[in-house]
């Protein structure tokens, strides 16, 4: 791009690691994974829509030992960026900008999306009565 | 707002950063819809787990659920063009490939979007 020597901004690898720069990376890279669980989605409801055959064979894929560790990924990532998302939007209003605050709301995104993915597969097995 | 900008700008309806301040607004708005109708969807799915073809169909058919996956999937769809754009126009730098990758992904999103939202609607008038 530059075709005059500029100054750059100070490049990745001067950046000390940190819970920010995780969660920052995690909340991209979850962002893009969430396409998985977009994809599963019409999936589903295109083969609900073509009736009950096309709908056994991606009730077939989903119950499979594949399937499952897919759905039990994508749950996760959607949750995460989630509470991350959560977490940027409190972030949007000024808020949970200074070092401890911030460190508190990362870890506390964490841990919510741990407790919801968790719930919602344990929910989900009492549901269908396999617990 | 818009008395900040130049006529040029609002022609160019671009914002400083090529993208401006409607995406940077949608991203949110959309965001603030998908934390409502994800955490639905997702508790719905969690009590629907085990159910059969009949009873899945009967859920999809109630014309509040069915408002609903519609509005999600158009959300969902359209934060995620939103944010994908944003991570091509930060890797991409050559104008040609953002150009054709950013239409490339309009489309995508486009097609998929439409796909799930005319199968719910088939379920929905049912077809
Ligand atoms: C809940 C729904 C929506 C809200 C609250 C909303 C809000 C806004 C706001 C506040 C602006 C002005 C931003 C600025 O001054 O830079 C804007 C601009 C705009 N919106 Fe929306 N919007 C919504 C949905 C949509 C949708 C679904 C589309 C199209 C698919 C859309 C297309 C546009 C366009 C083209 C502009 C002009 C951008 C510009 O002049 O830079 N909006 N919207
Ligand atoms: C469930 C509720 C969701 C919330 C609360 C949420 C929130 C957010 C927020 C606030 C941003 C902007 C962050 C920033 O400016 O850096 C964002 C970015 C993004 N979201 Fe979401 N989101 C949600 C669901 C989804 C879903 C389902 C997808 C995919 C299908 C998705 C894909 C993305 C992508 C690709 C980005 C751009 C990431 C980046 O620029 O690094 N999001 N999300």
Redesign the pocket.
């Known amino acids: 791009m530059a075709s005059t020597e500029r100054p750059l901004s100070p490049h990745l690898q001067i950046w000390r690691w940190g819970l920010h720069m995780g969660l920052s990376i995690a909340h991209r890279t979850t962002g893009i994974g969430n396409a998985v669980g977009a994809l599963l989605l019409v999936w589903g409801f295109y083969a609900l829509a073509s009736g009950p055959e096309a709908f056994a064979g991606f009730h077939d894929f989903l119950t499979s030992l594949l399937g499952r560790l897919v759905l039990f990924g994508v749950t996760f990532s959607v949750m995460l960026h989630l509470c991350t998302g959560v977490r940027h939007l409190i972030m949007d209003t000024g808020r949970g900008l200074e070092i401890a605050s911030n460190r508190r709301i990362g870890i506390l995104a964490i841990l919510a999306a741990i407790a919801l993915t968790l719930g919602l597969w344990a929910g989900a097995y009492g549901f269908a009565g396999a617990l | 707002?818009?008395k900040f900008r130049t006529p040029i700008s609002?022609v160019r309806?671009?914002?400083s950063a090529r993208s401006?301040?409607?995406h940077w607004?949608?991203q949110r708005?959309t965001a603030v819809?998908n934390l409502f109708l994800v955490l639905w969807f997702a508790a719905s799915v969690m009590t629907l787990a085990g159910a059969d073809y009949a009873t899945i169909i009967w859920w999809v058919r109630d014309p509040i659920v069915s408002v609903l996956l519609v509005l999600l999937i158009g959300s969902l769809f359209?934060h995620f063009r939103l944010g994908v754009q944003i991570v091509i126009e930060d890797y991409v730098h050559d104008e040609g490939t953002k150009k054709i990758s950013l239409l490339a992904l309009t489309f995508a999103t486009l097609a998929l979007a439409l796909a799930g939202i005319l199968s719910v609607l088939k379920i929905s008038f049912g077809g």
């Open positions: 707002m818009t609002k309806g671009l914002g401006g301040a409607h607004w949608h708005i819809v359209y």
